[in-house]
């Protein structure tokens, strides 16, 4: 075929290897030959024979949180610039990995990115198939897994820090789902961090990280408390701005003159001017980054040792808190 | 293995087979009678012999528009209840197809859902390898393909007489990027229908459907204009949100007191309280659901003529546009 298309046998390869660089007339004067000849390399033949399949799996839930289709983007885009296709399983809840994880086993994936947690018993079935995990922003509590995640609480820390320090007494949390270790973790640092500067009385409701159970859970605590607290931390900016939105509508508040709400994330409506709002950002570009080369790392060399890299997330001052520090 | 789980042959299979239903229960007998015994069903090797991947790629470009999250879980999930696995391509822009398309030969899908715009030559090949196709959204200018898509000039066409039925003459649009068909078929049809109302004369400004792009389009439009026009069509929701966000801020302008400005597609954002936006929701739902259906249906039987379903957009009134018939 090399013959036909008047182009080196190396040229031919470059053209249907995956993540090798071809130019673009190349490729069409290549591909136009195979045409000719009926020539189709076959990737899941190869896949048999090299025992590599140049798929990864992704694993997510419902995109209810409005940072993972940035993610999902970036995951697929940086595999793609090496060659691996992504294989994705997109989960209703969390807590629904069992049938996606038989399949990513039959499928013969050369490894997996889960933002999904895994049981021990799952994480022991990829293992026995030699099939390498890195975990996305949680991570199972046994001795070593790859992971790479966010310091949700270390961000935590902040925003509580810089909240009592401005004045702010009465806080409420508006959490995420319970089968989310992002929004425990989330949750809970708040709690910690604040308990260590004296504030233990802290009125919690439970969303589901969508906008409407922002609206809800801000209502659910003014009927809790009668009156509205100083601060609401939301477990993601999404809920923040449903907050936002409820107090202003409902309630006839300012925020952040009358009270003050802060989010996580980052995610592309947190920076709208309605809402400007003061929350910690994910490094998503970097984590996702870390993430697959991690993963293809370990697909090339499967005994390099577990890992976890922990990014810190970038503080954002906005303009939903009234904070003593803004500028 | 059936007899080392105490079950049937056809429980063993239907816990392997994709699709096929078995319980919790049944599940996990089979599953650890499989790891005792080492048992592992091969899907691409099966694959090889059934001539199906059972695996469907999914082409999307960047995401930039909030609306394709939405499609690409709402796909995934119901292609996922089919026993089908998504191979996800996601492209920097619309155009950069080529790349994908060779992968997608070479991995034998079994089908193509594709919400970015294909030539006649890439159509050509995967009708030659008879790899199904269906158009997600946009349909190339050739005699039959499948395609899904929302009747973007319609939902224009309702905007555009709405407004001028409430009074506004002085019109401006902020369109989404050059290779988004669907940006096209709005823009053109508000154009058009503008015109057969009498209203000729239009300042657009060009955007990528991201939310600075409608802030910026804004500016653009402000300064070509001298004043601000009575009413800003943007091509997506999301723009739409800019274009308010810097009329409020940047203008001091009322939305809708001073000016209209409306949207499409109805992403979650265009419904928070600041906003509220006099939109064209698209049926995600209904839209995934016809071109997974059309998709399987023809990879089952590919002698099935070539098909297009066309589904009205869903008004939604809003506030963020003067219209006389508001209730």
């Known amino acids: ?67 993972y289709p940035e993610v999902l983007v970036e995951i697929t885009q940086r595999l793609s610039g090496r060659g691996i296709r992504v294989l994705l399983f997109a989960l209703e809840t969390e807590g629904d990995t069992a049938a996606a994880l038989d399949q990513v086993v039959q499928y013969r994936v050369d ?31 046994v001795p ?24 702010h007494r009465r806080f409420s949390i508006i959490s995420g789902p319970e089968d989310s270790p992002v929004s425990t973790e989330r949750t809970l640092g708040a709690v910690e961090e604040l308990k260590r500067l004296g504030v233990s009385d802290v009125t919690v409701a439970r969303g589901d990280y969508g906008y409407g159970s922002g ?30 939105d409820e107090a202003r509508a409902m309630f006839g508040l300012e925020v952040p003159g009358d009270m003050s709400v802060v989010g996580f994330d980052g995610v592309g409506p947190s920076a709208y001017a309605a809402y400007q709002l003061t929350t910690v950002s994910q490094p998503v570009a970097q984590m996702s980054e870390a993430a697959v080369s991690m993963l293809t790392e370990r697909i090339e060399n499967p005994e390099l040792p577990k890992e976890q890299r922990v990014f810190s997330g970038i503080p954002i001052r906005g303009n939903s808190a009234r904070l003593a520090n803004n500028p």
């Open 111 to 141: 490894g997996v990115i889960t933002a999904a947690m895994l049981t021990g018993e799952q994480l022991g079935m990829l293992d026995e198939a030699q099939i390498p995990v890195v975990f996305y922003n949680r991570a199972p509590d």
């Open 144 to 167: 070593a897994v790859n992971a790479v995640r966010c310091d949700h609480a270390a961000g935590e820390r902040w925003l509580v820090g810089e909240l009592v320090d401005s004045g």
């Open 215 to 244: 609206r809800e859970g801000f209502s659910t605590i003014v009927g809790e408390l009668g009156a509205p607290p100083d601060a609401v931390i939301a477990a993601n900016d999404t809920m923040a701005i449903g907050c936002i």
């Open 1 to 67: 075929m090399a013959r036909i298309a008047g182009v080196s046998q190396s040229a031919v390869s470059r053209v249907f290897k995956p993540g090798a660089s071809a130019s673009a007339a190349m490729r069409r004067r290549v591909m136009d030959a195979a045409t000719r000849v009926g020539y189709r390399p076959n990737a899941i033949a190869r896949g048999l024979i090299t025992r590599r399949s140049n798929m990864v799996g992704v694993v997510i839930s419902k995109l209810v949180n409005l940072n």
